[in-house]
């Protein structure tokens, strides 16, 4: 049997200024280290290639987003570098994101867990279904949304960051997150949700590409020592995930899976 953690695809489809960056993972679209890189590098490459004006980000399947981290990797880790080393895979999406002059429409079909939730937050503009609920479990299993944590709280704020931090077992309706501002927009279905995203895409890769580029470098003043910040936070959760609480949290977790 192939090993979880080397499983996963990243594809793009470009299209009429439009490249469709699409992820997938057996276990609930969650995400290993070696399948991060592949989709932080994905969007940095993107985001160079002239012929796109636009991007959209989605993954695979049709219920769940995002499950965040790989359970099967987190047990896996057993010292501080290969700890801060995975936890920076998130870091280095987040920051693909931010740097990437490219605005980013996010498409999320379904539940957001965790990393799910920070890639959420890390596009531009997001599209969710009424499905999408969101959910930063970290603390649940012993460690805390660190690295997560920047695009979250830019995006909902700190109050609504924090209780979705502090209550880290409940689930926060899609409608909720509309009101906090990490959706734009909920549908009734994803076919609703698609011809939205569609309509947005077309009529950016027809508006004026440095306009946009210039419009996302104002988005995210403010944010330029992220690459030190998500860095430092990376090291917090690497050391975390080594602790006996967390190995027994993590991997209760995963025999209920």
Same mark, same amino acid.
């Given at each position: 049997m192939?090993?979880k ?9 470009? %299209? ?12 609930h ?14 969007i ?11 991007? =959209? ?8 987003f ?13 010292d ?5 080393q +995975? +936890? ?15 605005? =980013?429409?996010?498409?999320v ?24 609920a ?20 830019? !995006?909902?704020g ?7 931090a502090?209550n ?14 990490? +959706?734009?927009d909920?549908?009734?279905t994803?076919? %609703? ?20 580029t210039?419009? !996302?470098?104002?988005f ?10 998500l860095a %430092? ?19 209760? +977790?995963?025999?209920?899976?």
């Amino acid at each position: 049997m192939e090993n979880k953690t080397e499983q996963g695809t990243v594809t793009v489809d470009i %299209e009429n200024k439009i490249a469709t960056i699409e992820f997938f993972h057996p276990s609930h679209n969650s995400l290993p280290g070696k399948l991060l890189a592949k989709l932080a590098n994905t969007i940095t490459e993107v985001g160079q290639n002239d012929e796109v004006v636009v991007i =959209i980000l989605k993954s695979a399947g049709e219920r769940t987003f995002c499950a965040g981290a790989s359970f099967d990797e987190l047990i896996s880790i057993k010292d501080l570098e290969t700890g801060h080393q +995975f +936890f920076m895979g998130f870091a280095n999406v987040i920051n693909a994101c931010r740097k990437c002059p490219k605005v =980013i429409i996010g498409r999320v079909q379904g539940k957001a867990v965790g990393g799910g939730v920070g890639i959420a937050s890390a596009v531009d503009y997001c599209y969710a279904t009424r499905y999408a609920a969101v959910k930063l479990s970290e603390l649940a299993i012993g460690i805390g949304p660190f690295v997560v944590g920047p695009a979250v709280e830019r !995006k909902v704020g700190t109050s609504a960051f924090s209780q979705m931090a502090i209550n880290a077992t409940a689930w926060y309706s899609p409608d909720w997150a509309q009101q906090k501002g990490l +959706f734009a927009d909920v549908a009734e279905t994803a076919e %609703e949700m698609d011809t939205k995203i569609m309509l947005l895409a077309t009529t950016l890769a027809k508006s004026n590409p440095e306009a946009q580029t210039l419009l !996302k470098k104002v988005f995210w003043e403010g944010t330029e020592h992220w690459d030190t910040l998500l860095a %430092e936070r990376a090291s917090m959760s690497g050391k975390l995930v080594l602790s006996d609480f967390t190995v027994k949290a993590i991997n209760s +977790f995963k025999a209920k899976a």
